[in-house]
């Protein structure tokens, strides 16, 4: 497999400002929308798509160099990075701080954005063992983790469109997860009851 460059793709130079990736791709998807350039035009755009993809992941982590999409491209010998077992998009998902926080080998199940009480904005995962969330704008002790084993309940309620999940521990204590679709926290449950 050939490593694509995604500033030649999207036709601005390594290590482009944010800014200028965006603008850059938003021309080229002008060109070449399958409604404009037709089956051509399909193959073009899921091109762009991933050269966009990449070259704001790199941007977001200050680097210059596209974030490689396979770890083992590196070579056999090259230490691997956290969550290297995870397909890309779930690594991206989760983010470093969550990536960190896993298990060798811990299977991600699903990632969805959610609020609790005590932050807005968190990431919840649920893996093949347990909950772990990020709470995004917490200053300190960002990531929180709840093994299945000690899940004593699970309760869902639908609010227009929307779920709340409370889940409650063996010792009590309740964790509240707002604003997931029903079919999500449904999932969710599943897993965390299984």
Known sequence: ??????YAVLGVRPGSAEAEVVAAYREAAKRWHPDRAGAEGEDRMAEL????????AAA????????EPDADAAGPGAPKGPGHWLIPALRLALGP????HLF?????????PTSTWASP???????DRRLLWLLDDAP???????????????????????AHMTVRTL???????HDLRPHTAATIEQHVLA
């Open 1 to 6: 497999m050939t490593a694509m460059d995604p």
């Open 49 to 56: 798509n991933a050269a966009y993809d990449l070259a704001r």
């Open 60 to 67: 977001q982590h200050g680097s210059r160099a596209p974030v």
């Open 97 to 100: 701080e969550l990536l960190g």
């Open 104 to 112: 060798p080998g811990e299977d991600v199940r699903l990632v969805t």
């Open 121 to 127: 904005r968190a990431i919840l995962a649920v893996t």
């Open 140 to 162: 300190v002790a960002r990531v929180h983790s709840l093994t299945f084993r000690n899940v004593a309940e699970v309760k869902t309620r639908v609010r227009r469109k929307r």
């Open 171 to 177: 010792a009590g204590r309740r964790h509240v997860f």
